[in-house]
């Protein structure tokens, strides 16, 4: 198919170039026997493109005969073939688009138990990679046409068209699935893809992207099972790794930890350091206290006072003070920075409240 669609192609670059050249000759030809350039342009224009309006000037002269006799060969010969190289280029990738959009469906319609991918920006590209490193079947939706290509030049399936919309979540199979990640970088149509989604299959797992910290409560009333904000991470880490960089090097460099991480996420669980905020919920509780409050979502392996040296298997009665680095193992996809961040009045962290 990549052969067939070069023809045209090649076809179009040809015919084109051998226009230019039938136009310069022929309007060099012109011009040469004494007209002006205006002139001896439109003459060749209106030869080539046969439109016989008339002679801008007498063709008088051998010359001029043999000139306009050539322009008339070659112009209208080189036009017939540039425009049927044309139309070839623009039918021969009508089809291909409609057909290989039917062959895509008909692919999409014999999955089940697969994840949809709602997005392909750099979050996107990453993830269904990962996805399908992970032998797990993928479809992308993505409304741009240039993301479309790449996904599926990277090999995914991907049908082009609006994530919100809920007939693009039915092509996609979205009763068959078994999970919906909604990573776009608009965090209102994340919310809207959940709630539609939702909606169409009560029983699938949503996990939903934020920008803002204030979309997490709204994607999970939307009826996301777990929210990721990758900002919020991201700053989490950088300030963990500028406060604590002997324990981040440790934790991140070490090729013993990465093996580690590796092992713990096949588990569902997650190695993470927390820096405890001032008038946090869990700050100043004692290690019993803190496990106890989050029901075993994660328990404490190593705190880093930020005066004195790191206390790794800490005793249970020892409590956390703001400003201590926490190093902890929870469950993937807890949000473990929320429970130490929220205010110690009222606590929500995915479905968890205290």
Not at 272 to 295: F, H, K, M, Q, Y
Request: hydrophobic share 45%; proline share 3%.
């Amino acid at each position: 198919m990549e052969s067939l669609n070069s023809y045209p192609s090649r076809n179009l670059i040809r015919g084109s170039i051998f226009m230019m050249v039938v136009w310069v000759a022929a309007t060099a030809g012109y011009w040469k026997a004494g007209w002006s350039f205006q002139d001896a342009l439109y003459m060749v224009t209106l030869t080539v493109f046969t439109v016989g309006y008339g002679e801008v000037r007498p063709i008088d002269t051998t010359y001029l005969h043999v000139v306009t006799m050539a322009t008339m060969a070659l112009g209208c010969t080189g036009m017939i073939f540039l425009t049927g190289s044309l139309i070839q280029f623009m039918t021969l990738n009508s089809l291909q688009q409609l057909l290989g959009g039917r062959r895509m469906q008909a692919e999409v319609d014999k999955l089940s138990d697969h994840v949809i991918v709602c997005g392909y920006g750099r979050i996107g590209v990453e993830l269904a990679k990962a996805l399908k490193d992970g032998r797990a079947d993928v479809v992308v939706l993505e409304q741009n046409e240039r993301r479309v290509e790449q996904a599926r030049e990277a090999g995914h399936l991907c049908i082009q068209g609006d994530a919100t919309n809920e007939t693009t979540l039915q092509d996609a199979g979205i009763d068959r699935a078994r999970a919906l990640a909604s990573v776009l970088p608009n965090d209102a149509a994340n919310v809207f893809i959940t709630l539609s989604a939702r909606s169409l299959n009560r029983k699938i797992e949503i996990i939903a992207r934020g920008d803002a910290v204030s979309t997490e409560r709204k994607l999970l009333h939307a009826g996301a099972n777990k929210v990721v904000l990758p900002t919020h991470i991201g700053a989490e880490r950088i300030a963990g790794m500028l406060l604590f960089p002997e324990t981040s090097r440790f934790i991140r460099d070490s090729d013993s930890m990465r093996d580690l991480e590796r092992n713990l996420r096949v588990l569902g669980l997650a190695i993470e350091v927390v820096v405890a905020p001032e008038g946090g919920a869990l700050t100043d509780l004692s290690i019993e206290e803190i496990e106890t409050r989050t029901n075993g979502a994660f328990f404490i392996v190593q705190i880093n006072r930020r005066e004195g040296d790191p206390i790794t298997g800490p005793q249970k009665s020892i409590r956390i003070h703001a400003g201590d680095g926490v190093v902890l193992v929870g469950r993937t996809g807890q949000a473990i920075n929320a429970m130490f961040e929220a205010p110690r009045e009222k606590v929500r962290a995915g479905r968890l409240t205290f």
